[in-house]
């Protein structure tokens, strides 16, 4: 099926992402704000996400994003990108009252949340399954990116196992439109700011080894957040620069957002599967990659989690 053939006929579309959006969700979100603007002239499209972080100015029309500002109209279709309708925030409202919802996204944890579900786990991204729901004549240089950006963010540009030969194909096909995407590899995904690799420092340096090694942990505090000058943004990075300690199956990083609430990442070699935890905590993700948001002293926490890490460990 093609996307277009889902939409035709619609004069009023609106396009979201998940909360803190990350590059697959800004790159999937963008991909096809662009691509349905340029298929359907005559459509009314918004866009609605929180602010991506700076690193995504390079994507064109990124300042079309309405941030903070939500429509109460009915639109014809809702286009949910990267999540489920639980995880859009504000915008659920909007997306539960449009005639048709379409749910796009390739989490293991999706069980569909729309009219029309296309939900493919074995996909590396949204930003690759979006790309072969467009007709390829259709993509033009500023689709392309925006799906590229979209790929490398979700596949630790092309390193994690999540990258298959389609996925290395899709890229290949995309860097032909001429962008200039070894710029927007190191800008989007290696460049730091020295707030940002000050306070990963500190992650890293304050981080606790445990289960025998096979676990690491670390955590940033509201204070730290304050005194450093950063925000959840420039907090991208820290769990994946955890998990690359040698002999560490599972890596945990979590900063509080309010009084005993911390929103947790995970992240692993496969010998754990972190999407199911995180669902047991009413979060989700891939096997390897997964997120959820929970309640508790930091210590309760890691040691809720511990045990259902310890759980599949023993049964390894």
Known sequence: MKIIDEVKGAMTIAISGHIRPDGDCVGSVMGLYLYLKKALPAAEIDVYLDK?????????HIEDIKSGFYSEKEYDVFVALDTTD??????????RKARKKINIDHHVS??????????????????ELLYELMDAEMIDEEIAKAIYIGIIHDTGVLR???????????????????????????????????RQTQIMGRSVLESVRFMEGRCIVSMVSRR???????????????????????????????????????????????KVDVSAIAV???????VRAAGCTMNGTYHDNINNLSIEIAEQLENE
């Open 160 to 194: 994690y196992s999540n990258t298959s030969p389609r996925t290395l194909q899709i890229a290949a096909e995309l860097i032909k439109f001429g962008f200039d995407f070894s710029t927007i590899v190191e800008e989007t995904f290696f460049e730091k700011t020295y």
């Open 86 to 95: 639980d995880r859009l925030g504000d915008v659920e409202t909007i997306y």
């Open 110 to 127: 999706n069980r569909g949340c729309g009219d029309v579900n296309i939900v493919e786990p074995d996909r590396s991204s949204t930003a």
């Open 280 to 286: 047991k905590f009413g979060g989700g993700g891939h």
């Open 52 to 60: 991506p972080a700076d690193i995504f100015r390079c994507i064109s």
């Open 224 to 270: 730290m957040m304050e005194f450093y000058c950063v925000t959840p943004k420039d907090l991208d990075g820290i769990v994946n620069q955890l998990q690359s300690v040698k002999g560490v199956d599972c890596a945990i990083f979590m900063y509080e957002t309010g009084t005993l609430e911390y929103k947790v990442s995970m992240r692993s070699n496969g």
